[in-house]
């Protein structure tokens, strides 16, 4: 079975400082890896996606996260958050076309950005 | 805005009770699949409906089914609801077969008490 794990579930952060949220997966074969965020109020929303080639992926806001597949590894990294990134971040995984076991997602990290 | 929408937004029901939760899945998406998002905790797969059947289903007892009718639109029913299910229900959109990804509706908030 499929699992995520998110190493960090509060991050409190000030503006400008730089982000890394930990996503490590278990999972026997190829995934889909993905990043997702809800902003308080708001439905989820897709940061980021990889589904093979180059392992750093860039998202929308300035988000980006790279792919170690020895590690089992796919952190989300932004080099300078502002406020508005305060939301609850999670990873997910899933198999590759669509498989009907949907997406598997991580706990989730509260992520707070102090002006 | 996703274009995938969901009705109730909010629902208080009690324990024993039957609830039926709605979705409708944005255009051109013809797989439809359901989360429970407990207070604190990441989305949890129920089920997946593709062509009118379910074709993927998580943890979770038979308590909770689904229909999909041809249009994609899809209905989640829980029977005998028990206090645990209070939790956001999330309906989310795609394309069967292809790797792309799942697009979320806002969600319908259970309270059972």
């Known amino acids: 079975a499929q699992s995520v794990s998110q190493h960090n579930h509060h991050v409190i952060l000030s503006e400008a400082a730089s982000l890394e949220l930990g996503c490590n997966y278990s999972?026997?074969?190829?995934?889909?890896l993905f990043w997702y965020v809800q902003y308080p109020g708001q439905h989820l929303q897709l940061l980021l996606k990889y589904f093979s080639g180059d392992p750093l992926v860039k998202g929308i806001k300035g988000f980006e996260a790279e792919f170690i597949k020895s590690k089992f590894s796919f952190n989300l990294r932004k080099p300078s958050v502002q406020w508005s990134d305060t939301a609850e971040y999670f990873c997910?995984?899933?198999?590759?076309?669509?498989?009907?076991?949907?997406?598997?997602f991580g706990k989730g990290t509260h992520l707070i950005i102090q002006p | 805005e996703t274009g995938v929408t969901q009705s109730p937004t909010h629902l208080i029901k009690t324990r024993g009770q039957q609830v039926t939760l709605r979705c409708s899945s944005q255009s051109g998406h013809n797989t439809v699949s359901w989360y429970q998002q407990a207070l604190g905790q990441g989305p949890q797969f129920i089920f997946q409906?593709?062509?009118?059947?379910?074709?993927g289903r998580g943890n979770f007892p038979p308590r909770f089914s689904g229909l999909q009718f041809p249009n994609y639109s899809s209905e989640l029913n829980v029977n005998a609801l028990e206090l645990d299910d209070s939790a956001l229900y999330l309906c989310a959109s795609s394309i069967q077969g292809a790797s792309t990804e799942a697009f979320f509706g806002q969600g319908t908030r259970l309270t059972v008490v």
């Open positions: 409906y593709y062509r009118e059947e379910e074709n």
């Open positions: 999972y026997g074969g190829t995934v889909n």
């Open positions: 997910a995984v899933n198999a590759p076309f669509g498989g009907a076991d949907g997406l598997t």
